[in-house]
T-cell receptor, first 115, second 114 residues
Framework: NAGVMQNPRHLVRRRGQEARLRCSPM?????VYWYRQLPEEGLKFMVY????????ESGMPKERFSAEFPKEGPSILRIQQVVRGDSAAYFC?????????????FGPGTRLTVL | TQLLEQSPQFLSIQEGENLTVYCNSS?????LQWYRQEPGEGPVLLVT?????EVKKLKRLTFQFGDARKDSSLHITAAQPGDTGLYLC??????????????FGQGTILTVHP
């Protein structure tokens, strides 16, 4: 029973390029959360999605960042025109029903480096 | 903004000692989760507590959720070098939110010396 999968594990981009981060939740989970861990900082919530719906994007920067979770396929976090400050570890987590008391399982993360 | 204050930030102890990590907030949470994170990896879930006053044990680890659901603690008995790592607490359901959006504490870096 595979856990949460993220790819790529490491991504290097030059300033101005686009970064696409993918997350496949655990089997049977239809709720995905994205978090960002900046160097020397804690994990911060970015966005919460169900299949085909964005429920809460209050932690995601308004510009250049977008997220989707299509009916088929992985959830995608997209960062356009990356800047050095976007360098961080990006984690996704999944849960079965999205409820506050549920276990939430994390993927291994994608480490984005912007040159 | 709901904040979780985690303490201590760093903890360096000898093998066999006991330790406690605290997680405190002025906000009420529906649940509190504890994770352990290794360098270069994602957080691994240790436990979820959902009831005020709840105590859960996982081998040498004991987790407690405060009666008012504003605080939690992690106690490790007879620490071993294999317990070394970053421990994170995270709360969900603050402010009446029904879904699992997590607010994380700053983390405790534990080092257990042989």
């Amino acid at each position: 029973n595979a856990g949460v999968m993220q790819n790529p594990r490491h991504l290097v981009r030059r300033r101005g390029q686009e970064a696409r981060l993918r997350c496949s939740p655990m089997k049977g989970h239809s709720h995905v959360y994205w978090y960002r861990q900046l160097p020397e900082e804690g994990l911060k919530f970015m966005v919460y999605l169900q299949k085909e719906n964005i429920i809460d994007e209050s932690g995601m920067p308004k510009e250049r960042f977008s997220a989707e979770f299509p009916k088929e396929g992985p959830s995608i976090l997209r960062i356009q025109q990356v800047v050095r400050g976007d360098s961080a570890a990006y984690f996704c987590a999944s849960s079965p029903s999205g409820l506050a008391g549920e276990n939430q399982y994390f993927g291994p993360g994608t480490r984005l480096t912007v040159l | 903004t709901q904040l979780l204050e985690q303490s201590p930030q760093f903890l360096s102890i000898q093998e066999g000692e006991n330790l406690t990590v605290y997680c405190n907030s002025s906000s009420v949470f529906s649940s509190l989760q504890w994770y352990r994170q290794e360098p270069g990896e994602g957080p691994v879930l240790l436990v979820t507590v959902v009831t005020g006053g709840e105590v859960k044990k996982l081998k040498r680890l004991t987790f407690q959720f405060g009666d008012a659901r504003k605080d939690s603690s992690l106690h490790i008995t007879a620490a071993q070098p294999g317990d070394t790592g970053l421990y994170l607490c995270a709360g969900a359901g603050a402010g009446g939110t029904s879904y699992g959006k997590l607010t994380f504490g700053q983390g405790t870096i534990l080092t257990v010396h042989p």
